[in-house]
């Protein structure tokens, strides 16, 4: 089984950075595409940011500038830098990457459980 496992979440003031990272774990033969995702109160998730495996990135227009996003393959583990951050950057942020575990033949989704990101003063 394969569980991906978020850290980094909080409060932060307006301008202030966080980190999040997302560590996958279990039996894994190969991880492809790498993202994060959000979703703030009373709105639809939506994703931020992805990378692939070869480190090609793709952002979302409202953080472009502001967060990076990065992967460590050895770690399975995707990180995501976010700097200047606002108060509609307030959500909860979930990391999902695309995997094939081992001894299976096909890739599938897998989500992290959520980290909370409240940018407030």
């Known amino acids: 089984q394969v569980q991906l496992a978020e850290s980094g979440g909080g409060l932060v003031q307006p301008g202030g950075s966080l980190r999040l990272s997302c560590a996958a774990s279990g039996s894994i033969a190969s991880i492809y595409n790498m993202a994060w995702y959000r979703q703030a109160p009373g709105e639809q998730r939506e994703l931020v940011v992805l990378i692939t495996r070869s480190g090609s990135t793709h952002y979302v227009d409202s953080v472009k500038g502001r967060f990076t996003i990065s992967r460590d393959n050895a770690k399975n583990t995707v990180y995501l830098q976010m700097n200047s951050l606002k108060p509609e950057d307030t959500a909860v942020y979930y990391c999902?990457?695309?995997?094939?575990?081992?001894?299976?033949?096909?890739?599938?989704?897998?989500w992290g459980q959520g980290t909370r990101v409240t940018v407030s003063s």
């Open positions: 999902q990457m695309v995997v094939t575990p081992k001894g299976n033949y096909g890739a599938a989704d897998y």
